[in-house]
Nanobody, 124 residues
Framework: QVQLAESGGGSVQAGGSLRLSCLGS????????LAWFRQAPGKEREGIAS??????RTDYADSVKGRFTISLDKNTVSLRMNNLKSEDTGMYYC???????????????????WGQGTDVTVSS
């Protein structure tokens, strides 16, 4: 399985921005669905953004649409987060799984590789 390592978390005030990065151990992802999940304190983990390595398809949770952008450059998947809100606070994880592009979404259950997470705190 591919190894994943997140970076870029931190503390920011509401309205600010952060960019998370996830470096994969593969030189280049091929036919993978890559995603960002987050887990807020006391809540279940939720998928918030996904992208297929073909770049044909991206998917976002309603709570982050228009504010977050997922992108892929070789073996690094990034999450640009703008206009952060206090409810965006949580642990952010990247995940990867081999999937056809049409099956790639934040609701997919086929993510076999996970990073260790990076913490994001948004203060109001």
């Amino acid at each position: 399985q591919v190894q994943l390592a997140e970076s870029g978390g931190g503390s920011v005030q509401a309205g600010g921005s952060l960019r998370l990065s996830c470096l994969g151990s593969e030189d280049t992802f091929n036919n993978y669905c890559l995603a960002w999940f987050r887990q807020a304190p006391g809540k279940e983990r939720e998928g918030i953004a996904s992208i297929h390595t073909s770049r044909i398809r991206t998917d976002y949770a309603d709570s982050v649409k228009g504010r977050f952008t997922i992108s892929l450059d070789k073996n690094t998947v990034s999450l640009r987060m703008n206009n952060l809100k206090s409810e965006d606070t949580g642990m952010y994880y990247c995940a990867a799984g081999q999937q056809a592009w049409f099956a790639c979404s934040i609701k997919s259950a086929n993510f076999g590789s996970w990073g260790q997470g990076t913490d994001v705190t948004v203060s109001s």
